[in-house]
């Protein structure tokens, strides 16, 4: 597609893991639908792993081109050298296209980038950043950033009080939160998202207003967002980008072929659906505690366990998954499990793209959340949205399997099931407007769009935030 809206041309920069570069590639791709020449600019690492209609790619470095992460080791050392390298090759990439039909006049960056923004205003041009979490997060850790709440938490402080958010008791808060001193470097990620907000032109939260705009209403002056979410792909929801059947990044090998074919052989809303994403490692015990509960639920199940988790699970259970109630495969198509009639329930970590797929497409969840956001995610997926449970652990931090088979049948036969059920539905509509024509997060990521447009006319950087500033 040829951009038509005066060489309008955005740099979208994600943090180089799949839960961070999916919903910025497809923001990416709703930008090149309306017009805009958008190009991925991703670590080369994982250039490779990215492969979307309509889209650019370009790398920029880490330091660590070989192997990313894994070569740095430490996360401080990764991110100080991602920020020196990558800033460094960001200017050069934006050099690049100066003297080109289409020079870059935005840099939508990862919000764990705030470098990103720097570079961006050295060269003139807008910078936009876009969070990954969903804005009660955002909110929460905001406030930290603030001093509106205060580190570590004290007892008598407790549950947290915020406007627009529910009563937040420590097992509701971001484990970064809960437990400060233990994440020292991902709660110091987290906070820098936010210092330098002021001087960006826009921001972006992967959310819809219907979701969690009273959330962003009441935390506006601290965190100026526009909720422009969920960002899935279109088939799945508004069907408005052609093919958009999938992210167009993946670091695994899908095997949905053979999830598909097994599901095939099932009943309607019958099958359980077990993921807990890219970066979550479960205990031995944990992983034995799972594997007997859902056999103990009788359910028919497709669990997803990444190849390095496989050792972990009892010998006898593997060998029960061959007579047909269950599947386990190393890795599928989320999507397209999630979107398959078969599919009653989806048990999840909870991490904020897997809770915006569930939601997105109706399925109720049984909420298993580890750490980081997961835990906040897992309060409004049961709480504030009705859409399942958050299972219980034990004082060991354990999913014992009664409670997983408690859960379960809560959630596909038990009193509760037909009002999650129902919530399901409600929310997979409202998110399905909210990003259609006309919808909340459409108006937001159209009134970016008439802004580059503007600023291309005029020749100027204008301040995208003031809502009162048109063409």
Same mark, same amino acid.
């Given at each position: 597609?040829?951009?038509?809206?005066?060489?309008?041309?955005?740099?979208?920069?994600?943090?180089?893991?799949?839960?961070?570069?999916?919903?910025?590639?497809?923001?990416?791709?709703?930008?090149?639908?309306?017009?805009?020449?958008?190009?991925?600019?991703?670590?080369?690492?994982?250039?490779?792993?990215?492969?979307?209609?309509?889209?650019?790619?370009?790398?920029?470095?880490?330091?660590?081109?070989?192997?990313?992460?894994?070569?740095?080791?430490?996360?401080?050392?990764?991110?100080?050298?991602?920020?020196?390298?990558?800033?460094?090759?960001?200017?050069?990439?934006?050099?690049?296209?100066?003297?080109?039909?289409?020079?870059?006049?935005?840099?939508?960056?990862?919000?764990?980038?705030?470098?990103?923004?720097?570079?961006?205003?050295?060269?003139?041009?807008?910078?936009?950043?876009?969070?990954?979490?969903?804005?009660?997060?955002?909110?929460?850790?905001c406030r930290v950033h603030h001093g509106?709440?205060?580190?570590?938490?004290? @007892?008598?402080?407790?549950?947290?009080?915020?406007?627009?958010?529910?009563?937040?008791?420590?097992?509701?808060?971001? &484990?970064?939160?809960?437990?400060?001193?233990?994440?020292?470097?991902?709660?110091?990620?987290?906070?820098?998202?936010?210092?330098?907000?002021?001087?960006?032109?826009?921001?972006?939260?992967?959310?819809?207003?219907?979701?969690?705009?009273?959330?962003?209403?009441?935390?506006? @002056?601290?965190?100026?967002?526009?909720?422009?979410?969920?960002?899935?792909?279109s088939a799945y929801l508004d069907q408005?980008?052609?093919?958009?059947?999938?992210?167009?990044?993946?670091?695994?090998?899908?095997?949905?072929?053979e999830c598909a074919k097994w599901l095939?052989?099932?009943?309607?809303?019958?099958?359980?659906?077990?993921?807990?994403?890219?970066?979550?490692?479960?205990?031995?015990?944990?992983?034995?505690?799972?594997?007997?509960?859902?056999?103990? &639920?009788?359910?028919?199940?497709?669990?997803?366990?990444?190849?390095?988790?496989?050792?972990?699970?009892?010998?006898?259970?593997?060998?029960?998954?061959?007579?047909?109630?269950?599947?386990?495969?190393?890795?599928?198509?989320?999507?397209?499990? $999630?979107?398959?009639?078969?599919?009653?329930?989806?048990?999840?970590?909870?991490?904020?793209?897997?809770?915006?797929?569930?939601?997105? $497409?109706?399925?109720?969840?049984?909420?298993?959340?580890?750490?980081?956001?997961?835990?906040?995610?897992?309060?409004?997926?049961?709480?504030?949205?009705?859409?399942?449970?958050?299972?219980?652990?034990?004082?060991?931090?354990?999913?014992?399997?009664?409670?997983?088979?408690?859960?379960?049948?809560?959630?596909?036969?038990? @009193?509760?099931?037909?009002?999650?059920?129902?919530?399901?539905?409600?929310?997979?509509?409202?998110?399905?407007?909210?990003?259609?024509?006309?919808?909340?997060?459409?108006?937001?990521?159209?009134?970016?769009?008439?802004?580059?447009?503007?600023?291309?006319?005029?020749?100027?950087?204008?301040?995208?935030?003031?809502?009162?500033?048109?063409?």
């Open positions: 597609m040829e951009p038509k809206n005066h060489g309008s041309h955005v740099i979208v920069l994600p943090y180089p893991s799949q839960g961070h570069i999916n919903p910025l590639l497809q923001f990416a791709k709703h930008l090149a639908s309306k017009g805009v020449k958008a190009t991925l600019a991703t670590t080369h690492y994982t250039v490779k792993s990215i492969c979307a209609r309509n889209i650019a790619v370009e790398p920029i470095s880490d330091g660590f081109d070989d192997g990313g992460f894994t070569q740095a080791r430490t996360e401080d050392v990764y991110l100080k050298s991602l920020r020196d390298n990558g800033s460094r090759s960001l200017s050069q990439l934006i050099e690049k296209y100066e003297d080109s039909k289409f020079p870059i006049n935005c840099v939508v960056y990862d919000s764990f980038f705030p470098w990103a923004l720097d570079v961006a205003k050295t060269h003139g041009i807008y910078g936009a950043p876009f969070f990954t979490n969903s804005a009660s997060v955002c909110s929460i850790f509106v709440v205060r580190l570590p938490m004290k @007892e008598e402080e407790l549950p947290l009080m915020m406007p627009a958010m529910p009563p937040m008791n420590l097992v509701d808060l971001p &484990s970064f939160v809960q437990a400060p001193e233990s994440y020292p470097a991902y709660l110091a990620m987290q906070l820098t998202q936010y210092p330098n907000l002021d001087k960006a032109d826009w921001v972006f939260g992967n959310s819809f207003e219907e979701l969690e705009g009273q959330v962003v209403t009441n935390v506006w @002056e601290l965190w100026p967002g526009k909720l422009i979410g969920p960002m899935i792909p408005r980008i052609k093919d958009d059947k999938g992210y167009g990044a993946s670091l695994w090998k899908p095997l949905s072929s095939e052989t099932k009943s309607s809303q019958s099958v359980i659906y077990v993921s807990f994403g890219s970066m979550v490692s479960l205990t031995e015990e944990q992983m034995e505690e799972m594997a007997w509960g859902l056999k103990g &639920s009788n359910l028919d199940f497709i669990w997803v366990v990444r190849e390095s988790e496989i050792t972990k699970l009892p010998s006898e259970f593997i060998d029960l998954t061959t007579k047909g109630k269950g599947l386990i495969v190393t890795w599928c198509n989320q999507l397209e499990m $999630l979107a398959h009639e078969a599919i009653g329930c989806f048990v999840t970590h909870c991490g904020w793209n897997s809770t915006l797929e569930g939601l997105g $497409l109706g399925v109720p969840m049984v909420g298993v959340p580890k750490w980081a956001d997961q835990l906040t995610n897992a309060k409004f997926i049961e709480e504030i949205w009705g859409i399942g449970v958050r299972a219980k652990e034990d004082e060991k931090g354990v999913l014992r399997r009664e409670e997983l088979m408690g859960c379960l049948k809560e959630v596909m036969e038990g @009193e509760r099931s037909v009002e999650i059920r129902k919530n399901a539905c409600k929310w997979k509509e409202l998110a399905k407007e909210a990003i259609s024509e006309g919808g909340s997060s459409d108006k937001s990521i159209d009134e970016f769009v008439e802004h580059l447009k503007c600023g291309n006319e005029k020749g100027v950087v204008k301040k995208l935030t003031d809502e009162n500033d048109h063409c």
